[in-house]
């Protein structure tokens, strides 16, 4: 489980450091396709791994879309190109639900005097920014949670 984990592991830092995933994720990709990292040799070698899309579907009237964790045949790392020869490229290490529907934020607040006052544009877009990473950094937990 090491060589997965760690392969996660690259895949997340390559994901904090390059793109807000989420917003990605929220284009609603084609199953199969790539999220993270961007298609490339250097990335596949680099990083080891990728998550794709998955189906996705409508639960309560929420929108999610499932995330796959796989290997790449061409990673640096000899114990993952040993995992993809034994399991191929389109094995899925792990799959997880992630919530797309847009966030709730909150549109008024109370001020000094207790009164609820609209929030500005751009109180609502930093409320949104701050859900979308709670949201990200739970795709990871349960990411490493469904490692098999």
Sequence with gaps: MGALSDALKNVQKHAFQTETILDKIRNVGQPGSRLTPARSSRNDARVGARLDFGSNFTKDGKQYQNVNFQLNKDADESSIRALVKQNGTHTK???????????????TKVDKEGKKVPLSQKEMQAAEKVE?????????????????
Excluded: C, G, H
């Design 132 to 148: 979308l990473r709670k949201r990200t950094n739970q795709l990871f937990v349960d990411m490493f949670s469904a490692l098999k």
């Design 93 to 107: 290490y792990a799959e997880v639900p992630v919530l797309i529907s847009p966030p709730n934020v909150p549109t």
